[in-house]
């Protein structure tokens, strides 16, 4: 909801108190400003200027050459482009050394040879968006009416020295999605009353019920329907200042008519909707569901098939309105218009909701209904709308009010202690006190025997309950008021658990690492639900899914993280490094909540190091993923407990996949995307992991111990060995170091040969082994015994020969 400062004060008395001020306020009592702008920022010296002579360009077919008079002296040459510029207007000028918005200096210039002294301007040139500006003026310069004097500010005329406050509302406070709302709640939050705005209209003497009559069918879904007729109306613009008002709260002006009613919403959050009683086609309004199929044009041009589930005003045959959405196309207000049939009504929250979802349509009007308006705010805001009607568009009211009324409105009556009020806020507030608050609200409220009875108006329809009222009492008492304490017990120091600290490394590592941080969705379709989940399960299927690419619980981050991949790369991102961190959800048994797992995934794509200066470019492969986990479970202080193991796995590379485990048990996998995967969602050669973080959260990790360095020469032994190719590297580097014994302190592969010179179905690994004692230099005759032995081993389990 957007706030014009300046519209405020009409209700309230704001003095002494700033727009930010207010704003602070505001947000100390409930409810968020998201922000405080101040439309005219950077606006200086813009004038009202008298165009006296508009004649072409000498020297240039779009550009006129004006003469404008601006209020100082003799006249002054403009030359200007706005295809709408002439004779007789009355225009914002900026004068020389003016400032518009976007810090734009305008200066004495020359175009095409002519000598231009300042700049007439369009809206959109003093900020106004360019989808508030009326279609007359939007390609174009702005046109003031005739009656306002040259050479004053044309900034406040635009309401351009306004400050606007715009508020977050939640879907309770209903009651501020329009200005008096706000008043009411400033009002009580400053103190002060609140001055409502005139609605007495005179009214001639033919009856309104003579010119239409109303008949509800539909009762429940519209309890309260009422119709003004307004005849003899003249359409035209609405006056300055309230187009000026409509354009600071996000509305278009149109016409007088409905300039009227769109300012009417916004004053008192009230939807209302002018007809052209000539149009109608009858002298009878039927409220009713609508048949099932049948249709409408709405006034955006668009055809509408309903369903007996929405609601329509007819003309006693065919719709003329959604009713509390969007009128009818035949029945719009026009440059034709003389009657003007204006209604107001209460329609029911939920059927308005379903035909505004259904149809896709949100209006201004749609969204006050669905949140739900104040019942007694609909006969007085149809008032004042025709006392606006008559005054601004010539038009005369039609004594009385057709209605058809089913509605009894019954404010909230709601009791509570003032022992629970400060049970609740941890207070001693007294009686009196609690009072005023309730007065501030304009709450009628009487205290007796210890509990205070509170009738609360239909404009509040959120305080129902005792707890509601406790909110209000302690929203206006002053949050910042309420007494800090502790639970009973609480410690007064804050800390991460165990497994918060090892989230927070695992993070901080794979960023410093070069991957970014993703999060996709938890839901998913039935078919990528399975792909990559490290457990075979059934999905989980939610009860009222949006659509079906979104019905299930996922058991894998993979696939969504793949997605994530390909839109990059689609969009020419080609080297993509990512992780997410989130939960997979696993089916228990039917009815009970599933298992939430915390896993961890990846997916890289294209370069992992590109120094083009140095001609270096490396391409992610198997290693890179690998090579990050491993530096993850280094830091984790597991990489002792960790292997990985060839696997094949569906959707992965056969040869280039690898299963991670811990401590022997499986907890993810490491691989390539398999080719046919890849080319279904047109990337490159991409390598991810995903495994379960609680298992290697939760593994013990022995305390960091210190070790001195060597002080004693190590001996190195490099062997080349000669294997079968289904023979795994882990494997005899396990082998190896098995059989080294304490003295073999690091095994490291280094070379991998299959060449030519290879005899067939064999590869040769090469590999660095270090030998040394921390107490005592090692002599040859040590290192050759236990060299032998680890020779021994790997020819005993493996098979493998020396390489000649």
């Known amino acids: ?45 813009v004038v009202v200027g008298h165009v006296l002579e508009k004649e072409k360009h000498p020297n240039a077919d779009k550009l006129n050459k004006c003469l404008v008079d601006i209020g100082e002296g003799e006249p002054v040459q403009i030359i200007c482009g706005a295809p709408n510029v002439d004779k007789g207007q009355k225009v914002a000028v900026a004068k020389p050394g003016a400032w518009l918005p976007g810090h734009v200096k305008i200066k004495r210039s020359k175009l095409r040879g002519e000598e231009s002294n ?45 400050t606007i406050i715009e508020l977050g509302l939640t879907p309770n ?5 329009s200005m008096l709302g706000v008043a009411y709640e400033v009002a009580a939050i400053l103190g002060r009353d609140v001055k409502l705005p005139e609605t007495e209209v005179q ?72 007809f052209d009683y000539d149009k109608l086609g009858s002298k009878e309004i039927v409220v009713r569901m609508a048949h099932e199929g049948e249709k409408i044009v709405t006034l955006d041009d668009q055809e509408h098939t309903l369903k007996s589930s929405h609601l329509v005003i007819t003309n006693g045959t065919v719709p003329v309105a959604m009713a509390g959405v969007m009128g009818g196309a035949n029945s719009e207000v026009s440059d034709s218009t003389t009657t003007v049939l204006l209604e107001s009504a209460y329609f029911d929250a939920q059927t308005i909701r379903t035909a ?23 006969y007085p805001a149809a008032e004042r709308a025709a006392m606006l009607m008559a005054k601004y568009a010539g038009g005369e009211v039609l004594s009385g009010i057709v209605e058809a009324n089913h509605f009894r409105v019954e404010p909230a009556v709601v009791t509570i202690t003032l022992e629970k009020i400060n049970r609740v806020l941890g207070t001693n507030i007294t009686q009196e006190e609690v009072l005023d608050i309730f007065k501030r609200l304009q709450f009628e409220a009487k205290y007796e025997v210890g509990r205070f009875t509170v009738v609360v108006p239909t404009r509040r329809g959120d305080i129902t309950i005792e707890e509601d009222l406790i909110e209000e009492v302690a929203r206006l008492y002053g949050y910042d008021n309420l007494p800090k304490t502790l639970p009973a017990g609480a410690g007064t120091q804050g800390g991460l658990t165990k497994i918060q600290k090892k989230r927070r490394v695992t993070k901080r590592f794979l960023e410093g690492a070069g991957l970014y941080q993703a999060t996709t969705y938890s839901l998913t379709s039935e078919e990528k639900a399975r792909q990559y989940a490290l457990e075979k399960r059934e999905p989980v299927r939610i009860s009222m899914p949006m659509s079906e690419e979104r019905s299930v619980l996922r058991l894998s981050i993979l696939p969504h993280l793949l997605e994530s991949v390909a839109y990059n790369v689609a969009r020419k991102n080609n080297s ?49 993923a690998k090579g990050i986990l491993e530096g993850l479970f280094e830091k984790l202080g597991v990489a002792d407990a960790v292997s990985f193991q060839a696997q094949e796995i569906d959707g992965l590379h056969p040869g280039r996949t690898a299963k991670i485990l811990l401590g022997g048990n499986v907890i993810g996998f490491v691989g390539q995307v398999h080719p046919n995967v890849q080319k279904e969602l047109d990337i490159k050669e991409t390598y991810v992991f995903e495994l379960k973080l609680g298992p290697v959260y939760d593994y013990p990790v022995e305390p960091i111990q210190y070790q001195p360095i060597p002080r004693f020469p190590a001996v190195t032994r490099d062997i080349a060995l000669v294997v079968d190719r289904g023979v795994e590297a882990g494997h005899l580097q396990t082998v190896i170091e098995e059989a080294g014994g304490a003295l073999l302190k690091s095994v490291s592969i280094f070379d991998l040969y299959d060449g030519e010179h290879m005899e067939p179905g064999k590869k040769s690994i090469a590999f660095s082994l270090t030998y040394y004692d921390p107490e005592r230099t090692l002599t040859d005759e040590e290192v050759v015994s236990q060299h032998e032995k680890v020779l021994a081993a790997v020819k005993e389990k493996t098979g493998a020969e020396l390489r000649g």
């Not at 004053?152 to 351009?160: F, K, M, N, R, T």
């Open 1 to 45: 909801m957007f706030v014009s400062y300046k519209w405020l004060q009409e209700y309230v008395d704001l003095d002494g108190i700033s727009p930010a001020e207010l704003a602070e306020k505001i947000t100390r009592t409930g409810i968020e400003v998201e922000s405080v702008e101040f439309r005219g920022e950077g606006i200086k010296n």
């Open 118 to 162: 300042g700049m007439i301007c369009s809206l959109q040139e003093l900020g106004v968006e360019s989808k508030l500006v009326q279609k007359e003026f939007a390609n174009g310069i702005y046109v003031f009416p005739n009656d306002v004097e040259v050479g004053q500010d044309a900034v406040p005329l635009l309401g351009l020295d306004d």
């Open 173 to 177: 406070r209903a009651d501020c999605l």
């Open 203 to 274: 009214e001639v003497s033919d009856k309104a019920t003579e010119a239409i009559s109303v008949r509800v069918d539909a009762k429940e879904a519209a309890p309260l329907y009422t119709l003004k007729v307004i005849r003899n109306v003249k359409i035209g613009p609405s006056p300055l200042w309230m187009q000026v008002r409509l354009m600071a709260e996000g509305i278009r002006p149109h016409n007088n008519v409905v300039d009227i009613t769109n300012y009417i919403l916004l004053e008192y959050g009230q939807p209302l909707h002018a």
């Open 356 to 378: 505004s979802k259904d149809h896709g349509l949100r209006s201004e009007a749609s969204s006050r209904y669905e949140k739900g308006i104040d019942p007694n705010r609909v």
């Open 576 to 624: 993509v490094a990512l992780y997410e961190v989130g939960n997979v959800f696993l089916k228990k048994a039917e009815g009970e909540q599933p298992e939430e797992q915390e896993h961890l995934a990846g997916a890289i794509t294209g370069l992992w190091v590109a120094n083009l200066w140095q001609g270096e470019k490396k391409a992610v492969d198997f290693f890179v």
